[in-house]
């Protein structure tokens, strides 16, 4: 993937998560304007041990403290908080009318307890109705995400409703961010399609990613894929707990496993960053802070399981801004440094980083906290899945690329290493290891093999006269010749200094002589010109030979060099053959 489209994609990343911003602080404003609910008022109980009777005892000195709006901040408080409202003062409207109301606490803690007033002649008695992750929700609950209450009619607008919010377990601890408000059925129902439309989006995009480089990890094979296949699967999995949408399944006593997935997320990201960045070599000590996530993930989900889920919740929220920042830093090092898939990595972490942090801002209290807020780091996720995924293909185009020139460079080595560098033939090593292999190949076989072997008659005298330079011409055109007039499964080769031999493969002894002889006109036909004035001739002796059961390598080249010495003995320019 080329910067451009990079740089594309990761703008309209981050312009999407700064749309979602927007529309969340709208979204906000319009819950606040439409809570239906008046004086609404707070009380926190660090005690944990206020129950409704103490609440309503007079005298005790435990004040309600008036609410700013319907959304409360209070962070990690590790507080049972007491929320008290009256319904809407139309006076116009009857009893019956709260019947086709929906009171809502947009996001789930462990236990919540609704306590809803009801006049009994001169008394009022309270109804308690139970909701929450770590207690049986009563049948007048709807089951959604989060906490929603059927308000009954009969219900009077004159007497307080409360509402007891208890965000911890042994095992799990919520930040204290909420909003309480009251909606018709039609238009929670509404929101309720627009929300699972959501999530679906987020699931169908992450579980696409997921089989995709599911099938590349079964193709190629390497260990990234896995570790991506791993990160992605566990921060699905982590959504369904998140959003609690294993509510709706049935199973919300798994929310208490939150957490832990998100941690292990966290952990094979940056496993998965180690391993993309190839860090340990490059990046050694971003490499150990990296490393340094990795370990405090791990204790942090220990500590978690060990029961003190506030002190967990805080290092993890810690993590969500301090993991993002390390490994931004390690993927803007490494594209410093010419590594071009750092380009859609960075793209993706800063499209994640957004939404981690915008998500961690929520769970501190910092920002308001609201659906679209506290899932960006949902839509993050989303899409630095697909980056992540374009910047998984980036590296393997750029790791084939690599590997061609490696492989290039490798074949131009290896050719080097059997290569005269001088005529462009093979040379007196790859000579005899090819013709044992040759000798082998058709042992026991009728498949015929010929041997030629070739000297440049008095080629000293040519060196002498004219000087080594003009030698090296003569040699190096012998060698174009050679080339030039042999099959290509023929192999040519210059054994020693103007000593040269042809191996040929399926051939009989009189074509080998036919192919020597034309080779050998050829070169005596031939003038070579040394820069001097005038051109130097030259002939050449040749001796040629055919396999015989039985022989070796050896024995084969001694008979060919014998009848290369008969040729000599001769009178030199000719072939001789035997």
Not at 551 to 560: G, I, S, V
Request: charged letters at 15%; aromatic letters at 12%.
């Amino acid at each position: 993937m080329n910067i451009k489209r990079h740089i594309i994609v990761s703008g309209l990343s981050v312009l999407i998560l700064i749309l979602i911003g927007a529309v969340s602080v709208l979204s906000k404003q319009e819950v606040h304007h439409s809570s239906g609910c008046r004086q609404l008022q707070y009380l926190l109980d660090d005690t944990k041990t206020l129950g409704l009777t103490d609440i309503l005892t007079p005298g005790t000195g435990r004040q309600f403290t008036t609410a700013g709006s319907s959304s409360f901040k209070f962070g990690t408080a590790h507080s049972v908080v007491w929320v008290r409202f009256l319904l809407h003062d139309d006076s116009d409207l009857s009893a019956s009318d709260h019947s086709s109301e929906l009171l809502v606490i947009d996001k789930d803690f462990a236990y919540v307890d609704l306590f809803l007033p009801r006049e009994t002649g001169a008394d009022i008695s309270y109804t308690r109705i139970k909701a929450g992750t770590f207690q049986s929700p009563s049948s007048q609950t709807y089951r959604y995400c989060y906490p929603v209450f059927s308000l009954p009619a009969g219900l009077s607008g004159n007497h307080y409703i409360y509402l007891r919010i208890d965000p911890s377990s042994p095992y799990y601890h919520a930040s204290l961010n909420f909003t309480v408000f009251i909606e018709d059925n039609i238009t929670f129902f509404k929101a309720t399609w627009k929300e699972l439309g959501f999530f679906g989006i987020i699931i169908g995009i992450m579980s696409a990613m997921i089989l995709y480089n599911l099938f590349l990890w079964l193709v190629i094979m390497d260990r990234i894929y896995f570790l991506y296949i791993l990160y992605i699967l566990l921060f699905l999995t982590y959504l369904f707990v998140r959003v609690n949408l294993i509510n709706i399944l049935g199973v919300p006593h798994l929310r208490f496993l939150g957490p832990a997935l998100l941690l292990l997320a966290l952990i094979f990201a940056c496993l998965f960053t180690l391993r993309f960045l190839n860090s340990k070599h490059h990046l050694p000590i971003l490499h150990k802070m990296i490393w340094g996530c990795i370990i405090v993930g791990g204790l942090d989900i220990l500590l978690n399981f060990a029961g003190y889920p506030k002190q967990a919740n805080v290092i993890l929220h810690i993590l969500g801004f301090a993991c993002p920042a390390i490994v931004l830093t390690a993927g803007f090092r490494r594209l410093y440094q010419g590594f071009s898939p750092a380009r859609g990595y960075l793209a993706a972490w800063i499209t994640m980083m957004i939404g981690s942090f915008t998500a961690s801002a929520a769970g501190f209290g910092i920002i308001a906290s609201n659906f679209l807020t506290t899932n960006a780091h949902l839509t993050g996720s989303a899409i630095e899945s697909l980056l992540l995924s374009m910047a998984l293909a980036d590296r393997i185009r750029l790791l084939k690329e690599e590997r061609g020139q490696l492989l290039k460079k490798s074949q131009v080595l290896q050719r080097l290493s059997i290569t005269d560098s001088l005529t462009g033939l093979y040379n007196k090593s790859y000579f005899f290891t090819t013709l044992a292999q040759e000798i082998q190949r058709i042992r026991g076989r009728s498949t015929p093999l010929s041997l030629m072997v070739l000297d440049v008659d008095h080629f000293k005298t040519v060196n002498d006269t004219y000087g080594h330079a003009a030698g090296d011409i003569v040699l190096e055109s012998l060698g174009r010749m050679m080339l030039s007039g042999v099959r290509q499964s023929d192999i040519a080769c210059r054994y020693g200094g103007e000593e040269f031999s042809i191996i040929l493969p399926a051939t009989l002894l009189n074509h080998a002589a036919e192919l020597a002889e034309r080779i050998r006109k050829k070169f005596e036909l031939s003038e070579f010109d040394i820069h001097t004035g005038s051109p130097v001739k030259a002939t050449i002796s040749i001796g040629v030979t055919q396999y015989r059961d039985g022989e070796d390598e050896t024995t084969l080249f001694n008979r060919a060099d014998k009848a290369l010495y008969r040729a000599k003995s001769q009178g030199r320019n000719q072939v001789f053959f035997i």
